[in-house]
């Protein structure tokens, strides 16, 4: 079975300075996907990024990037000039790419709070 | 395009009884999964459903259950309900028929209270 660990409870970052959550994950399997979601107290979850296993490039999304070490099973989240509506919880997610079963099944870590201070 | 709706918001039953939670999940979408999410805690695979049939399922027992209909729309089912379900149930949804790759549409969930 998957495992996804997020080992920052809380992180915290003034407004427009650069911060990065960890996630680190452990599986057998040699492809599958990897997503950071964003869970502000509205409590939908939203998503802002993904990886794809077998691509070496890391994904990036506007002021959103990915450290992915495929050897290492580290999948970090770095979010530069941050802002006030970034605060919210961040969750870290796998998917496995081999199975019809697997569509809507994601393994989530524990999650990290991050606050913006302004 | 419309997104992935819950219905009800906030929802308070009583220990052992039954509940029903809905879903309509985003146009085009046929795969829809339902996540518990304890407090403070990362969302937890229940189950899956696509076109209409269970094809995956988390480590819940079977009291917990779920429909897809011809529209692929969901509801999902508690019975006997006990004071741990209280959480929070996320329906995602996901057009997995069609590619491996996209991604889940979460709604915006039902808050369950067990007393």
């Known amino acids: 079975a998957q495992t996804v660990t997020q080992s920052q409870p809380e992180m915290s970052v003034q407004e427009a300075e650069t911060v990065t959550l960890s996630c680190t994950y452990d599986?057998?399997?040699?492809?599958?996907?990897l997503f950071w979601y964003k869970q502000p107290p509205s409590r939908q979850m939203i998503l802002v990024i993904r990886?794809?296993?077998?691509?070496?490039q890391n994904a990036t999304e506007n002021r959103f990037s990915v450290n992915f070490q495929k050897a290492a099973k580290s999948f970090s989240l770095k979010i530069s000039d941050s802002q006030l509506g970034d605060a919210a919880m961040y969750f870290c997610?796998?998917?496995?790419?081999?199975?019809?079963?697997?569509?809507?099944?994601?393994?989530f870590g524990q999650g990290t709070i991050l606050t913006v201070h302004p | 395009e419309t997104g992935v709706t819950q219905s009800p918001t906030h929802l308070i039953k009583t220990r052992g009884q039954q509940v029903t939670l809905r879903c309509s999940s985003q146009?085009?979408?046929?795969?829809v999964s339902w996540y518990q999410q304890a407090l403070g805690q990362g969302p937890q695979f229940i189950f899956q459903?696509?076109?209409?049939?269970?094809?995956g399922r988390g480590n819940f027992p079977p009291r917990f259950s779920g429909l897809q209909f011809p529209n692929y729309s969901s509801e999902l089912n508690v019975n006997a309900l006990e004071l741990d379900d209280s959480a929070l149930y996320l329906c995602?949804?996901?057009?997995?028929?069609?590619?491996?790759?996209?991604?889940?549409?979460f709604g915006n969930g039902t808050r369950l209270t067990v007393t």
């Open positions: 995602a949804s996901s057009s997995g028929g069609s590619s491996y790759n996209s991604p889940l549409h």
């Open positions: 459903y696509y076109r209409e049939e269970e094809n």
């Open positions: 599986t057998s399997e040699s492809d599958y996907y």
């Open positions: 997610a796998y998917r496995s790419a081999f199975s019809r079963t697997s569509y809507g099944k994601l393994t």
């Open positions: 146009s085009g979408h046929n795969t």
């Open positions: 990886q794809e296993a077998y691509k070496q």
